[in-house]
C-alpha cells in the first residue's frame, strides 16, 4: 500500500512537471510585448525573430475563420510593405489571459485623424505560441471607440 501511494504521488508530479514544460517558458506575455514593441518600432526583424516558420495570421468573423497570411516569409514581406506604405498608428495592449500556450489580449490602436482628433478601437486578439515563438495570431474585429 506504500509503494502504491509513493508511485501515485511520483507519477502525479512527473505528469505535473512535463505539463509545466509544454508551456513557453516566458509563459507567453514577454514575447507578446516584445512582438507589440516591435510593431510600434516597425521594426520587422525583431518581428520575425518572435514568428514561428509556420507562423498564420487568422481573422476571425462570426463562424468564419480566414487565413489571412500563411509562413513567415509572407508575414514578413506583407509586414514590410506595410511599414512602407502606410503612417500605421501606435498600438498598446491590456486585459491580459493566458491559458497554456494560449495569450489574449485586447490590442488598441490610436492615431491622429484629418481633423486632429484622437482615433483609437481596439480588437481581441489570441496568440497560439509554439517552441516560445508567435504560431498563430487570431485576430477578432475591431470596436471603434
Request: aromatic content about 10%; overall charge negative; proline content about 3%.
Amino acid at each position: 500500500m506504500k509503494h502504491t501511494f509513493a508511485f501515485t504521488i511520483v507519477a502525479v508530479s512527473v505528469l505535473l512537471l512535463s505539463a509545466c514544460a509544454k508551456l513557453p517558458s516566458s509563459h507567453g506575455h514577454p514575447i507578446i510585448e516584445a512582438y507589440s514593441e516591435s510593431w510600434n518600432e516597425k521594426n520587422v526583424q525583431k518581428m520575425a525573430a518572435l514568428m514561428h516558420p509556420q507562423i498564420q495570421w487568422l481573422s476571425v468573423k462570426g463562424n468564419t475563420i480566414n487565413v489571412e497570411i500563411s509562413g513567415k516569409s509572407e508575414l514578413v514581406e506583407a509586414m514590410q510593405k506595410w511599414f512602407e506604405d502606410a503612417d500605421l498608428p501606435a498600438g498598446s495592449l491590456r486585459d491580459w489571459s493566458l491559458n497554456g500556450n494560449f495569450v489574449a489580449v485586447t490590442e488598441t490602436a490610436t492615431w491622429i485623424d484629418d481633423s486632429g482628433a484622437t482615433q483609437s478601437q481596439s480588437s481581441l486578439t489570441v496568440y497560439e505560441l509554439e517552441d516560445d515563438l508567435i504560431r498563430r495570431v487570431y485576430y477578432y474585429p475591431s470596436v471603434k471607440h
